[in-house]
């Protein structure tokens, strides 16, 4: 069965670092959404993608987080500089295709990438 | 703004027992869809079950299935004859025009054996 593939699972920094996460979603899925899930709590979209196009960033933190999917595949979202509460785990979605009026589609979640900054 | 709101942080139940999970809205859309996501510990989240908010039969698959109050704004996940693997993190949700989805906080489950 397809599944969204994440990487690396885990990443410890320091504050100030910069850290890259990278997400592989299912084949044919057009859409792709990076998540940020603090403890506790459920996760936050912070951008989505139809193909290589960003359909929602507003939650994103412009001045330190940037997200790009170039060839409408995977994606790379990073943080520059990383500080203490960027903590957290960062999901990756995809689903097949972004129906415009209302989404149909399941969203597929990878397995996240639980960052912890020092 | 949209809202989903999970009043129960934590629940515990014995194996085979049932168990509701509650979930309350609030959106000003017509048309929606309400989902039930599970988040076992260290795996990753899988869709449970969806409804859509245009339809008035309650959504079921297998052991799972919801109670879906459009008037009141409510979409509680019921669980029959739980087992161990049931135990998660659940989270209700919510998507719009927008395609974004707005999770709750999450209830924590736990099955005893």
């Known amino acids: 069965e397809a599944e969204v593939a994440q990487s690396p699972r885990y990443k410890i920094t320091e504050k100030s670092q910069a850290v890259a996460f990278w997400c592989d979603p299912i084949?044919?899925?057009?859409?792709l959404y990076w998540y940020r899930q603090i403890l506790g709590q459920g996760p936050e979209l912070l951008v989505q993608f139809q193909d290589e196009s960003v359909v929602d960033d507003s939650q994103l933190p412009k001045d330190r987080f940037s997200a790009e999917r170039l060839k409408g595949v995977d994606s790379t979202l990073k943080i520059q500089p990383a500080e203490l509460g960027d903590s957290a785990m960062y999901l990756c979605?995809?689903?097949?295709?972004?129906?415009?009026?209302?989404?149909?589609?399941?969203?597929?979640f990878g397995p996240g990438t639980r960052l912890l900054v020092l | 703004a949209q809202t989903v709101t999970q009043s129960q942080p934590e629940m515990s139940v014995q194996e085979a027992e049932t168990v509701t999970l509650s979930c309350t809205y609030d959106t000003s859309e017509n048309n929606y869809y309400l989902f039930w996501y599970k988040q076992p510990p260290s795996r990753q989240m899988i869709l449970v079950i969806r409804q859509e908010a245009y339809k008035q039969q309650n959504a079921t698959e297998n052991r799972f299935s919801v109670n879906f109050q459009k008037a009141a704004k409510s979409f509680s996940l019921k669980i029959s004859d739980s087992q161990l693997g049931d135990t998660a993190m659940y989270f209700c949700?919510?998507?719009?025009?927008?395609?974004?989805?707005?999770f709750g906080k999450g209830t924590r489950l736990h099955i005893l054996p």
């Open positions: 979605a995809s689903s097949l295709e972004y129906q415009g009026e209302l989404n149909q589609e399941t969203q597929y």
């Open positions: 084949s044919g899925h057009a859409t």
């Open positions: 949700a919510s998507s719009n025009r927008d395609d974004k989805i707005i």
